[in-house]
């Protein structure tokens, strides 16, 4: 009986064999693999379809469609979730949503608000634990689909976001399989993180971006009134963490930084996800350290973690410069792919 339930318990391991990358020929360094696919994703074209989704508060959000599927459609749906200040541009999405295109499949991507080159119609935006959105968005598609199985991978901030809300619903969630990539899991330590070395370039990059998008938000609302900051305290904003104290903090309705990191990072809810799960993390990347993520034994069987010794921040970058490799790409489809295999027999 010990043997059997042994076995029983290897096997739910093993059910997703790890697969092995290798980063690009002189392309190890974890800024490199960081800021290669970056650059290189611009140049990559991908045909969206638009859509429109209206919230429950009145707001709404774009969705980007690649191949929209048919009301009765069977085939799976992949839903992607971006990071921090991304969109359905982003380079990861990008290079996912090509191969998705190759294989004549369906996918969609959820920019959150103010994020797909619109402005939003309230004084809020979008954050890393911000999971009401995405569950109205899935509940919208499993009614619209009711026959495809919907999977979903978040990046980065996407990530955190999706693993958390995988463990607030738990045997609720509709999605078949989920996994998170890059996620900045423990919120508080990230943002520590980013002031240090090199990547305080990240950080300065994300700010201003968030700072100028708030900037055009000044011209639709009253912050001073409605939160008591003004455009002053915006652009004196000095790290993410500040910002986050005055601004994002405020905006969703927590005490300060220290209350929204604690509530919004996903590390409390990964024991309570109860579907398939991957989580891939490199052991280098500059923005989420490795150490925030639980040990193997921490978590449970449905859960697999992809811990790669390089890939950088949502890097992953193979093959070389003139013919690019997106091993990440590739083993998101696969781990959906082998998910839905097992569990049609």
Same mark, same amino acid.
């Given at each position: 009986m010990f043997f059997c339930t042994y076995v029983v318990g290897l096997l739910k391991r093993l059910k997703n064999i790890k697969e092995s990358f290798y980063p690009a020929v002189g392309l190890k360094n974890r800024h490199l693999q960081t800021l290669t696919p970056v650059i290189l994703g611009k140049y990559y074209q991908v045909?969206?379809?638009?859509?429109?989704?209206?919230?429950?508060? &009145?707001?709404?959000?774009?969705?980007?469609?690649?191949?929209?599927?048919?009301?009765?459609?069977? +085939?799976?749906?992949?839903? /992607?979730? *971006? &990071?921090?200040?991304?969109?359905?541009?982003? *380079?990861?999405?990008?290079?996912?949503? *090509?191969?998705?295109?190759?294989?004549?499949? !369906?996918?969609?991507?959820?920019?959150?608000?103010?994020?797909?080159?619109?402005?939003? +119609?309230?004084?809020?935006?979008y954050h890393s634990g911000e999971t009401g959105d995405a569950s109205?968005?899935?509940?919208?598609?499993?009614?619209?689909?009711?026959?495809?199985?919907?999977?979903?991978? &978040?990046?980065?901030? &996407? @990530?955190?976001?999706?693993?958390?809300?995988?463990?607030?619903k738990g045997n609720n969630l509709e999605l078949n399989a989920i996994i998170s990539v890059s996620a900045p899991i423990k919120l508080n330590e990230s943002t520590r993180y980013m002031v240090k070395g090199v990547s305080s370039f990240y950080q300065s990059f994300l700010l201003k971006q968030l700072k100028q998008k708030l900037l055009k938000k000044y011209l639709q609302y009253d912050?001073?009134?409605?939160?008591?900051? @003004?455009k002053d305290d915006l652009l004196g904003c000095r790290n993410i963490r500040e910002f986050d104290n005055l601004f994002t903090a405020r905006l969703h309705g927590f005490e300060n930084a220290e209350d929204y990191y604690q509530r919004s990072s996903a590390y409390p809810y990964i024991k309570k996800i109860t579907? $398939?799960?991957?989580?891939? !993390?490199?052991?280098?990347? $500059? /923005?989420?350290?490795?150490?925030?993520? $639980?040990?193997?034994?921490? /978590?449970?069987?449905?859960?697999?973690?992809?811990l790669t010794a390089y890939g950088g921040h949502v890097g992953f970058f193979s093959g070389s410069i003139f013919k690019p490799g997106y091993w990440l790409a590739d083993r998101i489809l696969t781990y959906f792919s082998y998910n839905e295999k097992t569990l049609n027999g």
């Open positions: 045909p969206y379809v638009r859509e429109e989704l209206i919230l429950p508060d &009145g707001d709404f959000v774009d969705l980007d469609w690649v191949n929209v599927p048919d009301p009765d459609c069977k +085939k799976p749906i992949l839903i /992607i979730f *971006h &990071g921090l200040e991304g969109s359905s541009q982003s *380079h990861y999405a990008k290079s996912l949503l *090509h191969k998705v295109r190759q294989n004549n499949g !369906h996918a969609v991507v959820m920019n959150f608000r103010s994020c797909s080159g619109r402005e939003n +119609k309230m004084p809020r935006l109205f968005f899935i509940e919208w598609l499993r009614q619209r689909f009711p026959f495809a199985p919907l999977n979903a991978v &978040g990046f980065s901030l &996407g @990530g955190n976001m999706l693993l958390k809300l995988a463990g607030e912050y001073q009134s409605l939160i008591g900051m @003004g579907r $398939p799960c991957l989580i891939i !993390h490199a052991k280098d990347d $500059p /923005i989420a350290p490795s150490y925030i993520l $639980p040990s193997a034994s921490d /978590i449970p069987n449905n859960i697999q973690l992809d």
